[in-house]
């Protein structure tokens, strides 16, 4: 069971807007930066979203990621096809480690 | 371009040590800023953090290892290394090592390498 929590899976259609959620608590998201990883199948996880909402650079501005008190968001618009993926989200935490979500499928339908 | 590489047995015996070794190339280590890790990801299943450390040795460790896990840089070949012991079937896993900015995020991984832990 992982210390954040985030949706098992989500999906939507092409061109529409999907949100992925990650709630954790005071010792970790509450007081610490939430980052965003995408990883497909078979290939190592990249970072997507670091500092709650900063992209790194290559990171197209679809998607945009959010905090507010123990929980991050995770958007993606304009979704493609190839946005078909498992997302993480990750945080450090009070403990002195790092943790992560339990990861979210999305399948673009 | 930073990149990373993990190398090592992808067979272990339970009771077992299991070591794997990360190079990096294109870049350097050395700067204190940077923390090194590893981390891992059962088949199916979701990342698990291991621990890291920085280039003068300040680590740390996910507690329920911290027993068994032990992560150490060579600054001057440029590589770090994991070492995990007594080793059960629930170690099996892909290990990713990862340059993390600062505590964290990982910003740069490796390809990962599959560990069996198996008699």
């Known amino acids: 069971q992982s210390v954040l929590t985030q949706p098992p899976s989500v999906s939507a259609a092409p061109g529409q807007k999907v949100t992925i959620s990650c709630s954790g608590s005071s010792s970790n998201i509450g007081n610490n930066y939430v980052s965003w990883y995408q990883q497909f199948p078979g290939t190592a996880p990249k970072l997507l979203i670091y500092?709650?909402?900063k992209r790194p650079s290559g990171i197209p501005d679809r998607f945009s990621g959010s905090k507010s008190g123990t929980s991050g968001t995770l958007d993606i618009t304009g979704l493609q096809a190839g946005d078909e993926a498992d997302y993480y989200c990750?945080?450090?935490?009070?403990?002195?480690?790092?943790?992560f979500g339990g990861g979210t499928k999305l399948t673009v339908l | 371009q930073l990149q990373l590489h993990e190398s090592g047995p992808g067979l272990v015996k339970p009771s077992d040590t299991l070591s794997l070794t990360c190079t990096v190339s294109?870049?350097?280590?050395?700067?204190?800023?940077?923390?090194w890790g590893w981390i891992r990801q059962p088949p199916g299943k979701g990342l698990e953090w291991i621990g890291s450390t920085s280039s003068s040795g300040s680590a740390y460790y996910k507690p329920s290892l911290v027993n068994r896990v032990t992560i150490s840089v060579d600054t001057s070949s440029n590589q770090f290394s994991l070492r995990l012991t007594s080793v059960t079937a629930t170690d099996t896993a892909v290990y990713y090592c990862?340059?993390?900015?600062?505590?964290?995020?990982?910003?740069?991984w490796g390809q990962g390498t599959l560990v069996i832990v198996s008699s």
């Open positions: 500092d709650n909402d």
């Open positions: 990862a340059r993390l900015d600062g505590l964290f995020p990982p910003d740069y």
């Open positions: 294109g870049g350097s280590m050395s700067r204190s800023f940077y923390y």
């Open positions: 990750g945080t450090w935490d009070s403990s002195l480690s790092a943790v």
